[in-house]
């Protein structure tokens, strides 16, 4: 089932949750909303499910209407951040749950719950625990039973919000990944919310980026990270480094760089932002060319494939951080306390003015 | 009832269903069962005209009954603040046997009904009873005084100052005594300058408390007192003396005072709580 | 009046409530037992012991005489109707109240609760006053209306209820609100979205979470129906065997110096609080476990 948000705007008290939120999310497809605390992205989740009332806009399931709808009544599976089991029930009667209360008429038989709960506990690999009680399960055998619960109801639509949100680093990493695998075998359109850049680039088909209660980004995770809109977009997924500089006549300065910026030719004279990843920086031991900024190396961390190293522009005093192979780090024998030269392979300017609402 | 109008559309959005019937039910049971009665009070005593009602206020049976009521339900809560203290530190932070059972016992004089307390007291402290006896070489009467008055109070709101004190004490973090223990504070200067501001908020509230509930009891203190005008006789007996009499607009002059004070009462037990909460969360 | 106490912290802090050492010195720990426990056994448990013995004091026969004297009788029935009434209505109010309180956020809450917890502050015989000034057939706002009607309320077993009806309103309400509000509505969000209609919602989930509260709730209303002394007594008249409840018989049989009989009367409601505290014991361990 498609998705489709026109215009949804919500305040709480003098707040303004979400202004004039327009998104589509085609039939099947697994979309992270990504931003940061208060950007609003739960409030939309919510608004989806109809546990929130909009103050404008609509909420389309597959050409329908169903923004006045309740929530009872739009068959969406929700699993919520502290998951909401039911405590007084065992597992299998929360997973039974959604079906027991339909009315008599749509009721399904006994023996086609049990069979229907036991499919649900195979899927999430906990048969054994049928008949425990949830506070006898663990963070991460919690999550999946609040997944089965609302797969039980057979929706047509799966909103997550936070999913992994409440769990340690190793049980998050395992059961994003069995999420993802989940999703490629049964593809229910699916929406979940979070915070974390990293789950979002690994899970998600499509990445809705929001901040302050807009849309900044939507996109791939190979589209977003590689283009990133806007100097936000840019902070908000990985690391980067800021340079101050300025454009002039298709060049950029900064300090002593020159480089070529064609796209920016019509910017005129004026200060820049420019933003360059830390694995997109080239070092070199000699000033051979004009286009390297003199740097001291401050820190080094050589565990794993991948060298950080912090650095001090000589000229600014700015740090700067860069990753480079071991085999690089290796072959130019880097030390601490060390000068050398650093140069930009691959960068983005923004004009600053574009971007201040 | 303006009130019943604002809250529904003050209303937050939820989902959550039945807002309406159930706030609906809500405030025609209480307006028919609380607000209207109770406005009967004030409607009945506005008929008597200010001057007849003070005359009635400033009579020396009313002041001497308001002082007997006051007076001992300031010692009262007093007492009890001091002992709840201490039985909520005893209970919260040691173990001995009967702990438990003591812990379990604590909420009897809430359960129990104020005339079985009343007749019990005033057996036990009648000069020859079990613990008025040994008062009585002393020369010290308990039963049919106002110091029998101030015993049955401390029963009736013996709870209040424990049940407040003890959640607080209980999760007051204890790294905060040890952290005021590693830099060199004694444990009296630890309970002075630590402990005792963190318990004071709830400390006052369960004062308070009592002090709300002695001040309005009338089923205990009725047997131990003597009842005796301008002695030992307590405002609630005053107006119900009255209502005996057929004296309805003296007694109902009374209740408006002793509601007066209630509500005053509530209003700064809840303007406390309220200024307790904000300082707790600017920390 | 317990429910009046705020419980705000009570349902919070379940989960810190590891072992808290003790810094103070053996001296203090014993002197501070000792004072505790003297002032416990001084002002509770002497007068509770002394109930049973002074029920007892003339042997089991007077004791069984004065619980089955028909006036006795009488008044326990007369309790017992209170109760019946009592008990559900304020019950079913108690839920219906704290379900709006606790799952909802609207202005003016803080005064709503304050109404609810009005009973509470107010000196019970103002409280049987009230509704004299209501309903007495002499002095009344609704006298008129009551003589016409040939209606009896004040001096007769309604105005009992009333009175009764008042005092204990607060009880049930003020032990839900609490925990309902410690509760959130996550779970009752969580059953909307699998489909469950709002009665449904309440009926499998809100009440198997609270209905221990709730049971403490009742019992305490109960315990209070059956024990209230003041405000019944200012609406009874005292007519034997007609408007007399069970406390108010003590009263009777105290004052004629019946030591014995209003002793073994007062040993029943003594029971019936017993059990109480037993129940609330029960009600706090249980919702204890279900916070860890």
């Known amino acids: 089932m498609s998705i489709e948000i026109s215009n949804i705007s919500k305040t709480f008290d003098s707040f303004k949750a979400l202004s004039n939120i327009d998104l589509k999310i085609n039939t099947g497809e697994l979309v992270a909303l990504l931003g940061p605390s208060g950007s609003g992205k739960t409030t939309l989740l919510r608004i989806i499910a109809g546990l929130e009332t909009s103050d404008a806009g609509n909420i389309i399931f597959d050409g329908e209407d169903n923004t006045e709808k309740s929530t009872q009544d739009r068959k969406v599976g929700f699993v919520f951040q502290h998951y909401a089991l039911f405590k007084h029930m065992t597992v299998f009667e929360n997973i039974a749950f959604g079906l027991k209360v339909r009315p008599s008429k749509l009721r399904p038989g006994k023996e086609y719950i049990e069979k229907k709960v036991h499919e649900l506990l195979a899927l999430v690999k906990m048969e054994e625990l049928a008949k425990r009680y949830p506070s006898q399960l663990s963070g991460g055998q919690r999550q999946r039973i609040a997944l089965a619960r609302a797969l039980a109801v057979e929706p047509k639509v799966l909103l997550l919000d936070e999913p992994f949100g409440a769990l340690d680093a190793k049980v998050r990493k395992d059961l994003r990944r069995w999420l993802r695998k989940l999703h490629d075998e049964y593809p229910i359109t699916s929406v979940f919310v979070t915070h974390d850049q990293e789950e979002a680039l690994d899970v998600a088909d499509r990445i809705v980026i929001l901040n302050q209660g807009r849309i900044e980004q939507i996109g791939t995770p190979e589209e977003v990270y590689d283009n990133p809109a806007n100097p936000f977009v840019y902070n908000f997924l990985g690391n980067v480094n800021l340079f101050h500089g300025r454009v002039h006549n298709g060049k950029i300065e900064l300090g002593g760089l020159k480089l070529d910026v064609p796209e920016n030719t019509e910017a005129g004279d004026r200060d820049v932002i420019s933003y360059i990843r830390p694995h997109d920086i080239e070092i070199s031991l000699e000033p051979a060319e004009n286009g390297f900024i003199a740097a001291a190396i401050i820190f080094i961390r050589a565990v794993g494939p991948i060298v950080n190293l912090e650095m001090k522009r000589i000229d600014t005093g700015d740090y700067i951080e860069v990753e480079i192979s071991k085999e690089i780090y290796k072959k130019l024998q880097l030390k601490e306390k060390q000068t050398v030269y650093v140069k930009p392979k691959d960068f983005k300017v923004f004009i600053p003015e574009d971007y201040i609402i | 009832m303006n009130l019943s109008i604002k809250p529904i559309k003050l209303k937050q959005q939820s989902v959550i269903p039945g807002f309406g019937l159930t706030m609906g039910i809500t405030i025609l049971y209480i307006t028919l069962l609380i607000l209207i009665p109770v406005a009967m009070v004030f409607v009945n005593s506005s008929t008597l005209g200010l001057k007849s009602f003070w005359e009635i206020a400033a009579s020396p049976r009313v002041l001497a009954s308001l002082r007997v009521s006051f007076g001992t339900a300031f010692l009262a809560a007093s007492i009890n603040a001091v002992f709840g203290l201490l039985m909520a530190w005893v209970l919260e932070r040691y173990s001995f046997p009967g702990k438990k059972l003591i812990d379990g016992l604590i909420d009897l004089p809430f359960a129990l009904p104020t005339a079985v307390a009343g007749i019990s007291l005033t057996t036990l402290y009648a000069p020859n009873g079990w613990l008025g006896r040994l008062f009585e070489p002393l020369g010290i009467k308990i039963s049919y005084t106002p110091l029998g008055i101030t015993v049955a109070l401390i029963f009736i709101s013996f709870p209040f100052v424990i049940r407040t004190v003890q959640p607080v004490l209980h999760s007051f973090d204890t790294e905060v005594e040890e952290a005021a223990a590693c830099l060199g504070a004694s444990r009296f200067q630890t309970f002075r300058k630590i402990i005792i501001p963190e318990l004071l908020p709830a400390l006052i509230t369960g004062f308070a408390l009592s002090f709300a509930r002695a001040l309005g009891e009338y089923g205990s203190v009725v047997f131990i007192s003597g009842n005796m005008p301008m002695k030992t006789e307590i405002t609630p007996l005053l107006i119900r003396t009255k209502l005996e009499q057929y004296d309805y607009s003296g007694g109902t002059a009374v209740a408006a005072i002793m509601l007066i004070i209630s509500f005053a009462m509530l209003l700064v037990i809840n303007l406390f709580q309220w200024w307790a909460g904000n300082r707790h969360k600017m920390r | 009046m317990a429910g009046s106490i705020p419980l705000k912290t009570k349902y919070s802090n379940e989960i810190n409530a590891r072992k808290k050492p003790s810094g103070d010195s053996k001296l203090v720990r014993i002197v501070l037992i000792a004072i505790a426990v003297l002032f416990f056994v001084i002002m509770l448990l002497v007068p509770l012991i002394s109930v049973f013995v002074k029920a007892f004091e003339q042997g089991t026969k007077v004791y069984l005489a004065a619980i089955s004297d028909p006036i006795a009788l009488s008044a326990i029935k007369l309790t017992l109707l209170t109760i019946a009434i009592v008990v559900p209505v304020n019950t079913i109010f108690g839920i219906i109240a704290a379900w709006a309180v606790s799952k909802f956020k609207f202005k003016g809450k803080n005064i709503l609760i304050t109404i609810i917890d009005l009973p509470f502050a107010i000196s019970p015989v103002v409280a049987g006053l009230i509704f004299v000034l209501l309903f007495s057939t002499s002095h009344g706002l609704l006298a008129p209306v009551l003589n016409e009607l040939g209606l009896k309320i004040i001096f007769a077993p309604p105005g ?103 002793f073994a009367v007062a040993s029943l409601l003594t029971v019936i609080a017993i059990i109480n505290l037993i129940i609330k014991n029960i009600s706090d361990w249980k919702i204890s476990q279900q916070f860890k």
């Open chain 3, 160 to 262: 009992i209820i009333l009175a009764t009806l008042f005092v204990t309103l607060p009880f049930v309400a003020r032990e839900l609100i609490p925990l309902m509000e410690s509760q959130g509505t996550a779970e009752e969000e969580a059953a909307l979205t699998l489909g469950a209609s709002g009665f449904k919602t309440f009926w499998l989930i809100t009440l198997p979470n609270i209905k221990w509260a709730l049971l403490y709730g009742i019992m305490l209303t109960a315990a209070r129906a059956a024990g209230e002394f003041g405000a019944v007594s200012v609406v009874s008249g005292h007519i034997r065997g007609l408007t007399n409840t069970v406390p108010l018989h003590v009263e009777i049989l105290y004052n004629e110096y019946k030591f014995s009989a209003a």
